[in-house]
């Protein structure tokens, strides 16, 4: 049997790969391609193509495909054969420098918010040598970024490439004034742990709500929840141990670095860890596994359910995005060093990003917004809507102490000065408080915990990155300038904690409490759906900030803000009508011939025995009856609604009457279904119940 080591990253074309099988020549050039953005020249990517296509081919390849991520939030692909006909009849592979670096696949299916008609109906896909290419079935995959003629990027890749540019530019001016000449670039690192729900194929097809919306829209609380924490703390159940091994396997063969697996809070939920890597890559790997986890469910009879918010009342799911900043040395800029010098450092990158959290909580809100996750956040499980940064108290108190020029504890000298003090080494906290919040600090890294299970993770990286390098280059500005670094440093610090120290909360975020004083007290933002953040996008500061940072174009921002919001509408919609689908067309039917037959015996037994009260089943027939009219009316509301939405002047409007009525309506239909699922005999009920969906895999 083969070790992991010996088939780990096997179908990727990766470093190990092009040394072996690219000239010299070549691969160093290349090389300086991936690690320093140099331009490619043709040459280099003819041949480049063809060591690509032999290795492909000789792994049984007979496609390529250029690999993006359109703004839908998931992948695309367009496959193309490697093979061209030769003049005696055969066919021989081939696959050229041009087809590695551009793709014009039809760019009119994929929502670009109006930007190509503005532009050029158009778009391409170009090469992004800095993600190896792999290969999936039988196709060499390229990760490309998707752009329209005119310009304007199509994707999520794209922005975030800018993003990360941006943030090295910015963060390399720092190091420079630290004395650091030897870094050639800062790079954003993320690992996200991935959260999601096992279930019987058998039982997702029978639910229509499942197939349609990738949610539960009605279901009664099952008997048995998620309060024994006996799922968390239990062995992996037989079919899923099945189902994370195989999963492994196909990861680790594209170079995946699967790392943790275990159950989660909720029954039938999981979680998958991967060792971080680059931004960039770790984007793509997270969309390769959402997919991937799909498809090796469907090998095991099993559904892989992603969606935020699968059962209501059930612990959702969601995406932590660990990130931290690190030099091409492997220097990682978020932990504290062994010298004041370092510490110093340290702790000007750390301001960094609490002024960035708290400039731009609108645009980290919004990069997670869907409305699937709109289900999560301030549900007393997942983080509020509210953003804060976690701390731990101890470098809180450090902060405290530069803030008031006070003694720190920690510390034998009677006063923090910057350059001077040794800090401590920070331990990760791991109290509860911790687990509650949006943005904790973990020891060397931030976890930004609010993204939704299907979110990709490059919108929230794009505005982490931006916003980070915007205090950067704010931070730089005014260094550069400074007569006395360490005086201008000092200072600087003690500014960002004095005007910032409001984003920072180490208590506990589920509590009420909390949300009236970040609201009342502290003025911090607290936008509860998609409909309240995404028009955010547009403030004049935000747009100030990613169009001068070149991250996006004002078109761009446009674009983006309404197809966000059209996905939203759109999910919405499709929930309400697949609700009045079912109301209408099985769950009351399968209450009316529950209440028929109970009726039907009723009268059977009092034709037998005339004396007999049947005092239960005729109040329940009165019960299941009424509850029939209600949903009758419930679902004609719900149509209406329906129809007024439709009628919305445009997508701002539509997601506001959304917001404000159709999902309230949606609510006040479930609650009667619900009821009478517990009332209805199980073998009248069309569909498999919350203990069956959550018990079902064995
Ligand atoms: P947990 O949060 O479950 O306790 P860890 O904190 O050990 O687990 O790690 C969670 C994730 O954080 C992993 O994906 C890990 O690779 C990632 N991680 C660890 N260090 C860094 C770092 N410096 N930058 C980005 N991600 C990191
Ligand atoms: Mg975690």
Known sequence: MSTVSDYFGSLVFDDRVMRANLPADVYASLRKTIDEGRELDISVANAVAQAMKDWAVAHGATHFTHWFQPLTGITAEKHDSFISPSPDGSVIMEFSGKELIKGEPDASSFPSGGLRATFEARGYTAWDPTSYAFIKGKSLCIPTAFCSYGGPALDKKTPLLRSMEVLSKEALRILRLFGNESAKRVVSSVGPEQEYFLITREMYEKRPDLRFTGRTLFGSKPPKGQELDDHYFGVIKPGVEAFMADLNDELWKLGILAKTEHNEVAPAQHELAPIYTTTNIATD?????????????????????????????????????????????????????????????????????????????????????????????????????????????????????????????????????????????????????????????????????????????????????????????IYADRLEKAEDFETALHEMIKKTIKDHKRIIFNGNGYDDAWIREATEERGLLNYRTTADCMPHLLDE???????????????????????????????VVIEANTMVDMARTQISPAIEAFAADTAKSVAAKKAIAPELGCRHETGLVRTLTGLI??????????????????????????????????????????????????????????????????????
Not at 443 to 458: D, T, V
Not at 544 to 554: A, H, R
Request: hydrophobic letters at 40%; a negative charge.
């Open 285 to 473: 790997h997270n969309q390769l596994t959402m997919e991937i986890m799909q498809k090796v469910a469907a090998r095991h009879g099993l559904v892989c359910l992603l969606h935020e918010k699968p059962f209501a009342g059930v612990n959702g799911s969601g995406k932590h995005n660990n990130w931290s900043i690190a030099t091409d040395g492997g220097q990682n800029l978020l932990s504290p060093g062994a010298t004041p010098y370092e510490n110093a450092q340290f702790l000007l990158f750390l301001c960094a990003v609490i002024k960035a959290v708290d400039d731009y909580q609108d645009l980290l809100r919004l990069s997670v917004a869907t409305a699937g996750n709109d289900h999560r956040l301030g549900a007393n499980e997942a983080p509020p809507a509210v953003i804060s940064i976690f701390l731990g108290d101890e470098l809180n108190a450090v902060l405290e102490a530069i803030e008031n020029d006070a003694p720190y504890a920690g510390t034998k000298k009677t006063q923090m000065k910057l350059g001077v003090d040794v800090l401590p080494k920070f331990n990760r906290d791991t109290t509860d408080r911790n687990r509650t919040s949006p943005f904790a600090f973990t020891g060397n890294k931030f976890e930004f915990r609010m993204l939704g299970s299907s979110n990709s993770i490059a919108c929230a990286n794009i505005m982490l990155n931006a916003a980070v390098a915007e205090s950067l280059r």
């Open 541 to 571: 500061k935000n747009v100030k900030m990613l169009t001068s940072l070149g991250v996006f174009t004002i078109e761009e921002m446009r674009s983006r803000r309404d197809i966000m919001l059209e996905n939203y509408c759109k999910s």
């Open 629 to 698: 009219d209600e949903i009758a009316d419930r679902t004609d509301e719900l149509e209406a609604a329906l129809l007024k939405v439709r009628d919305a002047e445009d997508i701002v409007e539509e997601s506001a009457l959304i917001r404000d009525n159709l999902l309230q309506l949606m609510g006040e239909l479930r609650v009667p279904c619900d009821k009478a699922e517990q009332l209805t005999a199980r073998s009248y009920w069309p569909y498999p119940t919350y203990s069956d969906l959550l018990f079902g895999v064995k």
